[in-house]
């Protein structure tokens, strides 16, 4: 059988992709508990970053020592990938010498190559068109503080960008409806659309996409790779902060989250993660538990083990 990889929530079954969130709350337990678990001595995470990161690089990195294992750091400036050795020759020779590795890159197409060509698990760590390993974090967030999403409407405030991407493939996977509030020219891409559009509702005013939301979600307004359109989204944007009395118009017991970092004062109000309804540190530390249950049954499966 094909090695199985995790470039989208839609490369896993909605079941699998619940059992991973189950498996994430016990394997949180467990690290709070501070037992020690280390099915993966000696197996090595080999992690691509072409972009930024805080919580990601840390988080894999982090798991993958609790593990029992390690991880490589390997960065463009540093390596021949930045030189301009072809994608797929790095994907064959990197997946001879590691278990599994992550990447984040720009070019989603660049990401599904390198799958192909490798021989253990791919995991996308973000491109620009989907950020999976986010919305794990997140469904686990909202699932341990409100229980099941299915069937409770998200309201997703902002650009049509990566992050909102996943959250389109997270409502046919996890069963709740979303609806997108986005100026007009930032919608998502019309192919991803496409696929998910019983689904999903587009709104031109977050007043209308939040009313009675059970979960508000916004990201920053120039994605990595965007700096310099930076002051022409600010205007665009205008208008798409979410505030505290924003949401005092979602649902009683609605949450916020955001997959940071965040841009108090744009995006979102200078205090809205101090408020009561703001669930963002516990999403921020769910991604450590999200992507160890994922990094597990990668292994596992890739390793006949499952
Ligand atoms: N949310 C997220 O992916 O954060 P980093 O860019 O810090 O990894
Ligand atoms: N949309 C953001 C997410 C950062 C985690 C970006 O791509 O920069």
Redesign the pocket.
Known sequence: MAVRHFLTLMDLSSEELNQILQRAIELKAMQHRHEIYEPFKNQVLGMIFEKSSTRTRVSFEAGMAQFGGSAIFLSPRDTQLGRGEPIEDSARVLSRMVDIIMIRTFDHAGLELFAANSKVPVINA?TDDY?PCQLLADMQTYLEHRGSIAGKTVAWVGDG???CHSYMNAAVQFGYHLNIAVPEGFDPKPEILEACKDSVTIYRTPEEAVKGAHLVVT??WA??GQEEEQKERERAFAGYQVTEALLDTAAEDVVFMH?LPAHRGEEISMTLLDDPRSVVWDEAENRLHAQKALMEFLLKEAQGLS
């Open positions: 973000l950020h960008n990566n992050m990201d920053v994605s990595m997959c």
